[in-house]
């Protein structure tokens, strides 16, 4: 089966510092998102990458803190910039599509952030 | 605004009896519903869904009930296995077409106990 694949799975980071998150698909999607889940909430949906433009951010995000590419069908990155401890969470890779079927949404296992 | 809420944060059951999570919304443009179960260290994975058309679905030991005039659905697990302790996330979407945008609930830690 088609498998997800994110990357740091953790990684502890310094206040002030950005870091990139790696989603890679061993299968092309048509739609690629990106969701964020904070200690003890439900999953909030940052953005949906968009092949070949500027991703498309829900309220209450913004391109600044948490750029996005997509440069093809089966990869995307989310940077999360300029951190602080607000922003230690679980985000999470998903998509839509191709082998994974067009209206289930389905996540990789997720890259834990802790920032100090 | 929490337009999906799970008002238990956990459950325990014993083996081999009935699990039932419990699902609110709020917003009337949802009309397709997902459950989601999590492991630790694992990203969600997909359980069953129901569409607004329909108040039952059924596969294997899941059963999703949708009370549309009372906004709530609820995940019936039957019989409960170990293997079932998980954190169960509730979300929906409005169109199901639009199963990629979803609103979450905020899970149920469930513990299921030999």
């Known amino acids: 089966s088609a498998v997800i694949s994110q990357k740091p799975s953790r990684d502890i980071c310094q206040r002030g510092t950005s870091l990139t998150i790696q989603c890679q698909v061993d299968?092309?999607?048509?739609?690629m998102f990106w969701y964020r889940q904070q200690p003890g909430q439900s999953l909030t949906l940052i953005a949906t990458a968009n092949q070949g433009s500027e991703a498309t951010y829900e309220s209450g995000f913004v391109i600044d803190k948490f750029p996005i590419s997509r440069p093809n069908l089966t990869f995307s990155t989310l940077t999360v910039s300029n951190m602080s401890p607000e922003d230690s969470s679980i985000y999470l890779c998903?998509?839509?599509?191709?082998?994974?079927?067009?209206?289930?949404?389905?996540f990789g296992a997720g890259s834990r952030l802790t920032v100090l | 605004d929490q337009q999906v809420k799970q008002n238990s944060p956990s459950l325990s059951v014993q083996e081999g009896r009935i699990s039932i999570l419990n699902c609110d919304y709020t917003n009337s443009m949802f009309d397709y519903f997902l459950w989601y179960k999590k492991y630790p260290a694992e990203g969600p994975t997909f359980l069953i869904s129901i569409s607004s058309i329909k108040d039952k679905n059924e596969d294997g030991r899941f059963t999703v009930f949708l009370n549309k005039s009372a906004k709530h659905l609820s995940l019936h697990i039957v019989p409960s296995q170990p293997g079932d302790s998980a954190v169960y996330f509730c979300a929906a979407s409005a169109g199901e077409t639009s199963g990629s945008r979803l609103t979450f609930g905020e899970g149920t830690q469930l513990t299921v106990n030999p």
């Open positions: 998903s998509v839509v599509g191709g082998v994974f079927g067009a209206n289930v949404l389905t």
């Open positions: 299968s092309q999607v048509t739609m």
